[in-house]
């Protein structure tokens, strides 16, 4: 079963917009990942949060962790054609450091 | 360095065969993890080596095997193939020892089974 659920399910937005993803999942984490998947082909990693943080950041890509909600999201700004794909975050918890992922949040830009 | 790789990428068999996916590892990371990814159940963890052992497992049937080799490469086995196996078959590395790294995925084998 999965750990964490995104939401939305889809997301259609205009490039230049910013697109926001949101993770909940159920049991306490080691840690939450995000990963990016093009049609039908392997996954990226994008970002790791830890439990005892609370916000991260690379480029475009902004991350937030809260563990008392035990939600996470996933902020793109200023989105292109290029970020068309699947994103999935992942958790991680007790003491496995085996990643459970969650269905995806399918997100679409347009030109 | 170079990527995860996986062959094949594409495959189509039938019910009731069996199927040998591979996967080479980025030089130097010792885990492989496998995947098995449907629109129905989504991404689902089958199994883990380090070190030629297998560390972790899933929950999927024994018809479900690996292995791994001491250059670090990984194989996994599907016997007696069923309609239900046919999915996108992902392999990822890591260099992780006891604690958590990130994991590098391969394009995957797309598995068709008819």
């Known amino acids: 079963s999965q750990q964490g659920e995104e939401d939305p399910q889809a997301l259609s937005i205009q490039e230049g917009e910013n697109a926001t993803m949101n993770c909940s999942y159920k049991?306490?984490?080691?840690?939450l990942q995000w990963y990016r998947q093009n049609s039908g082909r392997g996954l990226v990693h994008l970002i790791l949060?830890?439990?005892?943080?609370r916000e991260k950041h690379s480029g475009r890509l902004r991350v937030t962790l809260d563990t008392s909600k035990k939600s996470s999201s996933l902020l793109i700004t200023a989105s292109r054609a290029a970020d068309t794909a699947s994103y999935f975050c992942?958790?991680?918890?007790?003491?496995?450091?085996?990643?459970?992922f969650g269905r995806g949040t399918s997100l679409i830009v347009h030109p | 360095k170079a990527g995860v790789t996986q062959t094949p990428r594409y495959l189509i068999k039938t019910r009731g065969q069996q199927v040998t996916l591979s996967c080479s590892p980025i030089s130097g990371h010792r885990s492989v993890s496998w995947y098995q990814q449907t629109p129905g159940q989504g991404l689902q963890f089958l199994f883990e080596?380090?070190?030629?052992?297998?560390?972790n497992k899933g929950n999927f049937p024994g018809r479900f095997s690996g292995r791994q080799f001491s250059n670090s490469r990984s194989e996994m086995n599907v016997s007696t193939l069923e309609l239900g196996d046919s999915a996108l078959y992902l392999c990822a590395s890591s260099p992780a020892t006891t604690s958590y790294n990130e994991q590098f995925f391969g394009p995957g084998t797309r598995l068709t089974v008819l």
């Open positions: 049991t306490s984490i080691n840690n």
């Open positions: 080596y380090f070190s030629e052992t297998q560390r």
């Open positions: 992942a958790t991680a918890s007790g003491g496995s450091y085996i990643p459970t």
């Open positions: 949060i830890r439990s005892n943080e």
